[in-house]
């Protein structure tokens, strides 16, 4: 049989919280393990809502990896240490955000200019390997160069790091331009620990492209495409196609779930929880006839959305 690699549902702030990760295990499944989006250190604590997010309770069924952000050891060993206070053994390490807020202080993919920070990160990792906790890190090729990589890569090889995922952008194009196979391949060649591969996925023939071009890649780690087709990480996996009206039936079953999630914990009432559903078709199946998207998007009444959702074939 053919070799089938690791999917994992990437980490979308905004997008892929709780209530959309166990909706998504529960009706479409497919995914090895989902990620959390970043969780950080922000005036003085960590925000009520990413602890809420990440509680086991909140995400059932699931194999979860908390996704942390931190530039220091310290900063780092106060997010890990309330990570595992949930009884979590995996973490990730963020060292991919583009945003130029995050970014410009040396955070996200702003600490990939910063190899020696690199390394007083991954002297952390290595103690709290130690006592059973394993790491990964997701990272782009650079901040500002697509080389930056080659004097970070050294020291999350010689760590304990269990696992490295990689986009292939550098963090000044955000989300524009092409990823950069190139580098990529070499990053492939020189990495010592299992990899997987994220950018610009959206089709079973997209993965088995990358999968067929990287034999020795660990996984691939999908985002958008996954969350604009639900049945991606399934389909893959099977090696089957789902036919449209059962995908319509599923992403009808999804909304329903995320919509009883959000009922009950959104605050500001109807008009909040209305803009927090719609804002999901921003990625959710990008081919929905023209006419459909703008009626949901337009809706000003949550009585209105619903019901053009629920008329979706
Ligand atoms: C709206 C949005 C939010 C994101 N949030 C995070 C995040 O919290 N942590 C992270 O590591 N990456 C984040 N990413 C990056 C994605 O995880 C992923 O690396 C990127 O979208 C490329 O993969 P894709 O083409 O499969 O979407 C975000 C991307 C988008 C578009």
Not at 3 to 8: E, H, L
Not at 132 to 150: C, H, N, P, T, Y
Not at 181 to 192: D, V
Not at 265 to 270: P, R
Request: some cysteine; charged content about 30%; overall charge neutral.
């Amino acid at each position: 049989m053919e070799k089938k690699v690791k999917i994992f549902a990437a980490p979308l702030q905004g997008f892929t919280e709780s209530a959309w990760r166990v909706a998504h295990n529960e009706v479409f499944g497919g995914v090895d393990a989902y990620f959390t989006p970043f969780i950080r250190y922000e005036k003085g604590g960590i925000r009520n809502k990413d602890k809420r997010e990440v509680l086991p309770e909140n995400n059932r069924d699931i194999r979860l990896i908390p996704q942390i952000m931190a530039s220091e050891p310290e900063e780092m060993k106060t997010l890990v240490d309330f990570i595992i206070s949930l009884g979590y053994k995996e973490i990730d390490l963020n060292m991919g955000c583009p945003f130029p807020l995050i970014a410009n202080r040396g955070k996200g993919s702003g600490i990939l200019q910063y190899p020696e920070k690199v390394t007083a990160l991954m002297d952390c990792v290595n103690a709290y390997s130690d006592d059973g906790i394993s790491f990964s890190v997701k990272m782009r090729l650079g901040q500002v160069s697509a080389d930056e990589w080659k004097d970070i890569l050294p020291a999350i090889n010689n760590s304990e790091v269990k696992m490295v995922t990689v986009h292939p952008r550098i963090g000044k194009q955000q989300y524009k331009g092409e990823v950069d196979m190139e580098a990529f391949a070499e990053f492939y060649n020189e990495c010592r620990k299992p990899l997987v591969y994220n950018g610009d996925l959206c089709s079973v023939a997209d993965i088995n492209r990358v999968v067929e071009k990287f034999p020795y890649l660990y996984g691939v780690m999908i985002g958008r495409g996954l969350f604009a087709d639900g049945s991606l990480a399934a389909c893959y996996k099977n090696g089957t196609e789902m036919e449209r009206d059962e995908l319509y039936f599923k992403v009808r079953r999804m909304h329903s779930i995320i919509y009883e999630r959000y009922s009950e914990t959104i605050e500001g009432g109807e008009a909040q929880l209305l803009l927090k559903m719609k804002s999901l078709w921003e990625y959710w199946l990008p081919e929905l006839d023209k006419k459909k998207r703008k009626a949901i998007h337009k809706a000003n009444k949550l009585s209105v959305y619903l019901k053009e959702v629920e008329e979706l074939r």
